[in-house]
């Protein structure tokens, strides 16, 4: 258990063994990587004093090494550029069954009852029975023919959990894996637009619902992006959108479709060649059509949404506000689910910059009751606030907006 909780805390900070020694020996403690390597093992155990010293330079409490792992994901699939290091590929991991894990203790806290809303996995080895497998999450979900208004939400109202990462763009899209054979765990890097992070979603609950492991990489990426699309767009709906059978497709067309079902422009061509709706070598003009105008990476029409993870941080405060946590341990399980204390004067008042961070709600009743206060107050009356009374840091319209 303490070997593997080094090991662990060790690759979320992102460390190697031996940038580990370094930062025990920057705080005074002199150690070789081969005696962290026995540590991470188990063919050594630390001293109490070194397991103190451990916990303050990673950054996580004593009490974490003797903490039994309550949860194990078997990882299946890493959708990454060959660029991403294998030391990256271990942090992104061992940091997503962190967060896993902490989210299934408060479920089991807070919903005991509850169980994951996924089909069983089956086996599939064509693009039909891709389509086939995403419609029948739809129909357990009970999404009908809607566009899915936020499918991380969706994913985790049903009990899947979604961990966030924001680092390494461009080298990592996503990964899934199982946790304790049960529990759905994808990792979505955020550092991409709103529709490519839902496509990155439903790419790995193809991953989670689909036996493919039959099959070549390549095959298994190509099923799992069709499952996706299906997922996002059912092909009934797409037929009904575009039509059976088309000669040329308009871009301001696909644009709209695309804000309305957050699925890319270039996803829909896919998509509408997939279904035979339009020709092999139209789809193709259309791909380079794209690229000329620099649309592969920006297209010219946002889908507007808020896909991001947020049910680990809901249940974190409900936890605190029932009293079932200390805040202290809200602060560990969800390091940002709570402000930092805003700074005060050596009175005790809040400065003004830190009350033009606070949400205008709070800034409001603070306002108020510093007013209640004073009112038996003298207060000297000074004329209105002209453009040189702003801090030079911020416009007029800014101030006010904050």
Not at 262 to 273: F, I, L, N, P, T
Not at 381 to 394: L, M, P, R, T, V
Request: aromatic share 8%.
């Amino acid at each position: 258990m303490i070997a593997a909780r080094i090991r662990q805390a060790r690759l979320i900070a992102g460390w190697s063994q031996d940038q580990l020694a370094q930062q025990l020996s920057a705080i005074g403690t002199s150690i070789t990587k081969a005696a962290i390597s026995k540590y991470e093992t188990g063919k050594s155990v630390p001293s109490a004093q070194m397991l103190l010293q451990l916990a303050q330079v990673l950054k996580v409490k004593s009490e974490y090494f003797f903490t039994e792992p309550k949860l194990q994901v078997e990882w299946l699939a890493f959708r990454r550029h060959k660029t991403l290091s294998v030391m990256t590929q271990e942090r992104v991991k061992h940091y997503a069954a962190q967060v896993a894990e902490r989210q299934v203790e408060l479920q089991s806290l807070l919903y005991p009852d509850e169980q994951p809303q996924f089909p069983s996995v089956r086996r599939v080895h064509t693009f039909d029975e891709a389509e086939a497998a995403a419609l029948e999450l739809r129909a357990m979900w009970q999404l009908d023919d809607h566009p899915i208004d936020n499918l991380f939400q969706t994913v985790e109202d049903r009990g899947g959990i979604v961990v966030e990462w924001r680092e390494d763009v461009g080298e990592f899209d996503g990964l899934a894996g199982w946790g304790n054979d049960s529990a759905p765990v994808a990792v979505i890097n955020m550092g991409v637009k709103e529709d490519r992070r839902r496509f990155n979603l439903a790419h790995e609950l193809g991953h989670l619902l689909m036996d493919t492991q039959e099959l070549p990489d390549k095959e298994e990426e190509l099923l799992a992006h069709r499952f996706a699309a299906a997922l996002l767009v059912p092909a009934h709906v797409v037929r009904k959108e575009l039509g059976l059978h088309r000669h040329q497709l308009d871009w301001h067309e696909l644009g709209l479709l695309k804000q309305k079902y957050g699925m890319s422009m270039a996803a829909w061509v896919y998509r509408a060649k997939a279904l035979n709706i339009i020709s092999e070598n139209y789809a193709t003009d259309l791909w380079q059509e794209m690229s000329s105008y620099g649309w592969r990476k920006t297209e010219p029409y946002d889908y507007i949404g808020k896909e991001e993870p947020s049910r680990l941080k809901q249940m974190t405060l409900r936890a605190v506000a029932e009293g079932l946590i200390s805040e202290e341990q809200g602060r560990v399980v969800c390091p940002d689910c709570f402000p930092n204390p805003v700074r005060t004067d050596n009175k005790g008042y809040l400065s003004a910059r830190d009350l033009l961070k606070l949400p205008l709600e709070e800034r409001n009743k603070l306002v108020a009751e510093m007013l209640s206060k004073s009112a038996d107050e003298d207060i000297e009356i000074f004329e209105a606030n002209g453009n040189d009374d702003f801090d030079d840091e911020y416009t007029a319209t800014e101030y006010y907006q904050r």
